[in-house]
């Protein structure tokens, strides 16, 4: 068994979305509503990246996004980029389509709106050879140094985001393709010629962002789905297909580092989605999915305790969510020191080394990205610094010296 990457992941990390400012929030809105055009606005994007990856880096972390500050929402766009996929939207949007028990799905339905971007296979799908993130990408490398490349982190969409929320026979034409199956063949094949990509333009870091993955801990998805007589296999039958679908889709050379995060949602107005420990989960999340790293949500009880973390293997990381995101309340650094170290005793306790061993396996984040919607959480920009220097000091006090 090889050994656990190392820088990345680091020790102090963040999720990727950080608050945008009001300057850019305002142009976008304005040009929304007609009141404004499109000129200026790139120029506007870029000085705001600026001077976030500067915000960044003054606060100690190698890990550096771009904020997300280019998109709408936290995944991209990805799948409307790819042959085969359509955005649909008004008339074209029916609710029929939609597994309302999904955790997200059922939050919007609750409110009566329509879940936003929805995206549906209508032909076979296959990339078009152009990145989706490409630019993004090389812009920060055009403002981080060259020594530092390798640390720019990309945040990159879950390969199921447009198929768990679709119910049975939904999600693709039955004449294009008969199984989930080959289906996600095509997908994969996508998802690593984007990896490709941004592989050969120098991407060496990578993080997958998931919610879906989590929803799986959800007893009201897990009751949904028993009670949907549409659904031809059971729900931990569909977790194992998306195990191998994405370990399909994450092959990539060796050099390349990529993690995944999983949260119960961040949405507008700080809202989460669902709840549940990582415990029916753990071992084949943790012993099967090919990543490197699992950038995991634990700043409340609605993801469970630490005990799941027996089944991460010796050479597989964990970064310890335990600063809340979605709102301002700064939490006490000796609490959140004690949990770090409380979870390396359950690592440990899994893998049969030392609690000091399993430590070196470990590090500290927010709980999810302070900004997965454009809107952002309830919290201000200084808030956001206050935790960011947080997360920075817990590093450098449980491993100091350390990135």
């Not at 690593?192 to 050969?200: G, N, Q, V």
């Not at 962002?209 to 929803?215: C, E, R, T, V």
């Not at 390349?256 to 990582?278: A, D, K, T, W």
């Not at 597989?316 to 390396?344: H, Q």
């Amino acid at each position: 068994m090889s050994s656990a990457s190392r820088e990345p992941p680091f020790r102090a990390e963040h999720l990727g979305s950080l608050l945008r400012p009001s300057k850019l929030l305002k142009k976008r809105q304005a040009i929304h509503q007609k009141q404004d055009t499109s000129d200026g606005l790139r120029q506007l994007e870029e000085d705001s990246i600026r001077e976030i990856v500067q915000i960044q880096t003054d606060c100690g972390f190698r890990g550096i996004s771009d904020g997300e500050y280019v998109r709408h929402m936290f995944w991209g766009t990805f799948f409307p980029t790819l042959n085969g996929m359509k955005e649909i939207s008004g008339p074209d949007l029916s609710l029929s389509i939609f597994r309302e028990y999904v955790p997200d799905i059922a939050a919007f339905l609750e409110e009566d709106k329509v879940p936003g971007e929805s995206v549906i296979c209508v032909g076979k799908i296959s990339h078009t050879g152009k990145s989706a993130y490409i630019e993004q990408f090389e812009f920060l490398k055009s403002i981080v140094p060259k020594e530092r490349h390798g640390d720019i982190k990309m945040t990159l969409a879950a390969p199921n985001w447009y198929h768990l929320r679709y119910k049975e026979g939904k999600a693709y034409p039955k004449e294009v393709y008969g199984s989930d199956e080959e289906y996600f063949a095509d997908i994969a094949e996508a998802y690593r010629t984007e990896l490709k990509i941004l592989y050969d333009a120098g991407l060496r870091n990578a993080q997958v962002d998931d919610p879906n993955l989590a929803y799986f801990c959800s007893e009201k998805m897990i009751e949904g789905w028993k009670k949907d007589s549409a659904n031809t296999q059971s729900i931990d039958d569909l977790f194992d297909a998306y195990i191998s679908f994405y370990n399909q889709c994450f092959k990539r050379p060796a050099d390349m580092h990529l993690g995944i995060h999983l949260c119960r949602g961040n949405f507008v107005n700080s809202r989460h989605f669902s709840e549940g420990g990582y415990d029916r989960i753990a071992r084949k999340l943790f012993q099967e999915l090919n990543v490197s790293t699992y950038y995991l949500e634990y700043d409340t009880s609605r993801a469970g305790g630490f005990e799941p973390l027996k089944e991460l293997p010796k050479n597989k990381n964990v970064i310890l969510g335990v600063i809340t995101s979605k709102f301002p309340k700064l939490e006490d650094k000796e609490e959140m020191k004690e949990r770090i170290y409380k979870a390396a005793e359950f690592v440990a306790a899994g893998s049969g080394e030392s609690k000091e061993d399993a430590l070196q396996r470990l590090g500290v984040s927010p709980q999810c990205g302070f900004a997965s919607h454009e809107d952002g959480n309830l919290l201000s920009h200084d808030d956001m610094v206050k935790k960011l220097k947080l997360v920075r000091q817990i590093a450098d006090e449980v491993w100091p010296g350390q990135p």
